[in-house]
């Protein structure tokens, strides 16, 4: 008798467990779940916007980036060599094709991009040739889009530093949040 009063209390309350279970949450509980998730959203999503749209140099980066990778394209498509030149007394930078005449040359680079005031050029490191700090730089981009182990450092005025790593045979270009020394 007492082993049937067991079972019987047993099976209640493991009747009452599924029950419970198999009930959900409650409307409050998601209530209250879903308000957290919307405070924790409105305090983050002013700094994740500011990180991505307006830091002028992880901006001012990936402006270099696309303009190398369509020059790399370019090289292979039209096959001949184009240049990223730099010049580091006018902050900016533009692409050239080994083609061009002198006139299409500065056309080139009276369209090419100038960086933003917060934004400066460091320098530019070519394998095989070293830093170059002033006047006018390039980096050459071969027919079928190789180029040499090449780096471009940027600084902004905050103190951060950006190094874009561009390497001889691959495709990427690799942005590094710090300053990249290379050796000779």
């Known amino acids: 008798m007492l082993s049937s009063v067991i079972q019987s209390a047993l099976v209640m309350r493991c009747g009452k467990r599924a029950s419970f279970a198999q009930r959900g949450y409650t409307l409050i509980e998601l209530t209250v779940v879903m308000a957290l998730i919307g405070v924790m959203l409105g305090m983050t999503a002013p700094k994740i916007r500011d990180a991505f749209l307006t830091d002028t140099l992880k901006k001012t980066a990936r402006k270099m980036v696309g303009l190398i990778n369509a020059a790399r394209h370019d090289c292979v498509r039209n096959h001949q060599s184009y240049a990223l030149h730099v010049d580091f007394e006018s902050n900016r930078f533009w692409m050239a094709a080994a083609s061009m005449n002198d006139e299409e040359r500065i056309l080139a680079r009276n369209r090419g ?9 460091l320098d530019l490191w070519l394998g095989g040739e070293g830093k170059k700090v002033a006047g006018e730089a390039w980096i050459r981009f071969t027919e079928k889009g190789y180029v040499r182990p090449s780096a471009v450092h940027l600084s902004s005025t905050d103190g951060r530093r950006l190094t874009l790593v561009l390497s001889p045979f691959l495709r990427k270009v690799e942005i590094v949040d710090k300053y990249v020394d290379f050796m000779q």
């Open 113 to 121: 991009t100038t960086l933003p005031e917060d934004v400066r050029l």
